[in-house]
């Protein structure tokens, strides 16, 4: 029994050695540098920047400048008193990136998901169905929102996975692909000479 105790002792100190520090997303939108991005806060800053947007255009035009908006403030102000409809928003926002987590957990080993191993094109088409079945559950006589908030997050998820894990930002910079999800739209060429992982994408719009 001692010689057994021994040997868990030896294992957990070798996990501890062994795994001490490693390279990664961080878990939760907190970290060192503000240029650490988890798939949370990602999600959640282009969720309240549309909405501000969103607000800022059509809901009060003329209040707001459209090119420099401070998101939150924006979104808080227009709820105002209204504690319950912030709530609310707040949920929403809650259950879109619980489905791009829940997504990950999920499919994270599934390249098609992850836009990984020169899966693009596989990975699109999984985008487009899922726009098709976003939109037909919106228009559908009772649509069950939360349900289509989670297919959304998961949307979300291989959309961010695009932008990780091709080389994209190297060839177009900052420039948002918009052919993403709309298969017809979308020219894939696979340059075989890059080393592994790396995926050269022309498009016919761009």
């Not at 294992?11 to 907190?30: E, K, M």
């Not at 098709?132 to 228009?139: G, N, Q, S, V």
Request: charged residues 20%; aromatic residues 12%.
């Amino acid at each position: 029994m001692i010689r057994e105790n021994n040997f868990n002792k030896s294992v957990h100190l070798q996990n501890i050695v062994y795994f001490t520090w490693c390279d990664a997303f961080l878990p939760t939108n907190f970290g060192a540098k503000e240029t650490d991005f988890s798939h949370k806060s990602i999600t959640e800053n282009a969720v309240n920047k549309a909405s501000a947007l969103y607000i800022a255009k059509f809901l009060k035009p003329g209040v707001y400048n459209d090119t420099d908006l401070n998101e939150m403030k924006v979104i808080h102000e227009f709820f105002g008193h209204d504690t319950a409809s912030l709530k609310d928003y707040l949920n929403v926002v809650g259950y879109l990136v619980y489905g791009n987590n829940n997504a990950q957990r999920q499919y994270g080993a599934n390249a098609m998901y992850t836009m990984n191993a020169e899966q693009i094109e596989n990975g699109n088409l999984l985008l487009e169905n899922k726009r098709d079945t976003i939109i037909r559950l919106a228009k559908s006589p009772n649509p069950d929102w939360n349900f289509i908030r989670l297919t959304i997050g998961e949307f979300l998820m291989t959309l961010q996975m695009f932008y990780s894990n091709t080389n994209w930002i190297e060839l177009k910079g900052l420039k948002v692909n918009t052919a993403l999800g709309i298969l017809s739209l979308l020219k894939i060429i696979i340059d075989e000479g890059r080393s592994v992982g790396y995926i050269i994408i022309h498009q016919s719009i761009l």
